[in-house]
């Protein structure tokens, strides 16, 4: 093959092209990204500092381009599929999450690239849930929804045809490429007729919203992208002047001078017409929008301190209260950079300065990084938190369910269960984190 498309362009365009759909389906994710975009510019321009910071972390490129999104499936099949596709866009899946911890009755991993190059050229994240039918206790519902996800198929014909050709050649031409994506595209379009009748989709809904969401539509729709902002308490605070209503908690830690993993907020899904077979009309609620503001990834030791006053917290009625409350009870969360890295609690990303790199030859490896950052040789980096947060999703999935939580779809973790249907293991986010920090300080010669 002459000329090869990368895995980074292939994800690129994607997420471009999926971008680009969205704001036709849903006009209201191009309000938040014009609303996102413009308090990103303020906060740039009104602080030098973090700019010129994100600009030495490489990060100031791929902010503009970043969005994860998010989409549900209902059988083995389809996410093995996912899988085998979102390889050839260089994203594996990271994590594993069970949410039926809090009524929902999925369980999820995230799709992203993992290598640093990758990452800071377009970070696209795909948040993706298979349903659990194990957990529709009506045996009768649960054969049917299984018959129905049986018969159907969410790939195009040509997805299956490209995607053959990639495994067997092991690249695409730009053209194979080009068709790839145009192909993928189309199982995550929103299809206003749904595959059953109105009477099936009302037992499905009324065992739970998310069951009739997965199982009664051709595609597995993409239900919203994120973009990332650097001030999410001033984008939730604007949102209704942009006519979004926003969900009434912001999700995650509080603000901070340094911002720890991440912090969430969506706007309600939107009730669309659809229609059932024999042409009956109804509506679908399952479409929203989010925004996200990310922070440093927290090592096991920071985020065990983050779930005990997570929880400590709880929850509250009111945005303004709660973060207040949230606040006081993160007191003892370190809030420096200094603290975070000599309290093992997050992880960084070590560079060489110029001094530094002058005086390469008195670093040793297992040398204390302190003493050369504060004598100028060496620059520390807070690693962005890339992944995902299971009390801040569940926030996220109930606030679009009309906050009902369905005890009787509580289920025991079935990580072994949702591999087996991937077709392979979830990687460890932990260990992707420290391994960044570990090439990290290899090449400073600090390991
Ligand atoms: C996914 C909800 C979780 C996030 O950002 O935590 C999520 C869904 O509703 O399918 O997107
Ligand atoms: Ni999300």
Redo the contacts with the bound molecule.
Sequence with gaps: MAQILTADEIRERFSQAMSAMYQQEVPQYGTLLELVADVNLAVLESNPILHQTLVNADELARLNVER?????VGKAEELSMLRRIFAVMGMSPVSY?D?SEAG?P?H?TAFRPVDDAALSRNPFRI???LLRLELIEDTALRERAAAILAKRDIFTPGCRRLLAEYEAQGAFSPEQGQDFVREVLETFRWHRHATVDEATYQALHNEHR?IADVVCFPGCHI??L?PRTLDIDRVQALMPECGIAPKILI?GPPRREVPIL?R?T?FKALEEPVLFNGEQQGTHTAR?G?I?QRGVALTPKGRALYDTLLQQAGTGKENLAHQLHLQTVFKPFPDSEMLLRRQGLAYFRYRLTPSGEAHRQAIRPGDDPQPLIERGWVLAQPIIYED???V??????QS?LGNETQARSRGNSSRDAFEAALGGPVLDEFRLYQEAEDRSKRRCGLL
């Design positions: 994860h999104g998010a989409i549900r999450y949410l929902v999925v999820s948040f993706t849930s998310l239900n919203h994120t999700e991440l969430q969506s929203f989010e996200e995902f947060l299971p801040s999703a569940a926030g996220i999935f679009n």
